[in-house]
């Protein structure tokens, strides 16, 4: 059973009736019991707010400490993603510079090899020219020395 401070504040006590108990000193003790036993129910209750306040915190900052957990962990992720992304897009752009230098090579080789045969065709032209003009000089010096003779 519990016992309040009110309850004690009410308790009777019988008198006896030789050698009874003094009932102002009764009085007197329970009161002075009652406050004590108010102050510590006070207390205790204060005691438990506390406590249940300082759970609630210990809750809070444990919930807080695995939200940042959590989101270092993310950030981590993220990092490494954007990492790993870059280098991939790195690779890429190099692949990329890679393929365009082989196909400008080609073209340079392709476009020389087409000047190289140009020329090769003009000097074959210069000379076929150079056969062509003393063959014609020829015949003319000869129509001339031809017409002088007659």
């Given at each position: 059973?519990?016992?309040?401070?009110?309850?004690?504040?009410?308790?009777?006590?019988?008198?006896?009736?030789?050698?009874g108990l003094d009932p102002d000193d009764v009085?007197?003790?329970?009161?002075?019991?009652?406050?004590?036993?108010?102050?510590?129910?006070?207390?205790?209750?204060?005691?438990?707010?506390?406590?249940?306040?300082?759970?609630?915190?210990?809750?809070?900052?444990?919930?807080?400490?695995?939200?940042?957990?959590?989101?270092?962990?993310?950030?981590?992720?993220?990092?490494?993603?954007?990492?790993?992304?870059?280098?991939?897009?790195?690779?890429?752009?190099?692949?990329?510079?890679?393929?365009?230098?082989?196909?400008?090579?080609?073209?340079?080789?392709?476009?020389?090899?087409?000047?190289?045969?140009?020329?090769?065709?003009?000097?074959?032209?210069?000379?076929?020219?150079?056969?062509?003009?003393?063959?014609?000089?020829?015949?003319?010096?000869?129509?001339?020395?031809?017409?002088?003779?007659?």
């Open positions: 059973m519990k016992i309040t401070p009110l309850d004690i504040q009410q308790q009777q006590f019988k008198g006896k009736m030789l050698g009085d007197s003790f329970l009161q002075a019991v009652a406050a004590e036993m108010e102050g510590l129910l006070r207390e205790n209750t204060d005691l438990k707010e506390q406590a249940a306040r300082q759970s609630r915190e210990l809750a809070d900052h444990v919930q807080r400490e695995k939200d940042l957990r959590e989101t270092m962990l993310a950030a981590q992720r993220i990092t490494d993603e954007m990492k790993l992304n870059a280098q991939k897009e790195a690779e890429l752009i190099v692949s990329e510079a890679q393929l365009q230098a082989r196909r400008l090579v080609d073209e340079a080789e392709r476009k020389a090899a087409e000047l190289q045969a140009k020329t090769h065709e003009l000097r074959r032209q210069r000379l076929q020219f150079e056969v062509d003009f003393k063959a014609l000089l020829d015949s003319y010096g000869r129509m001339i020395t031809s017409a002088e003779q007659q």
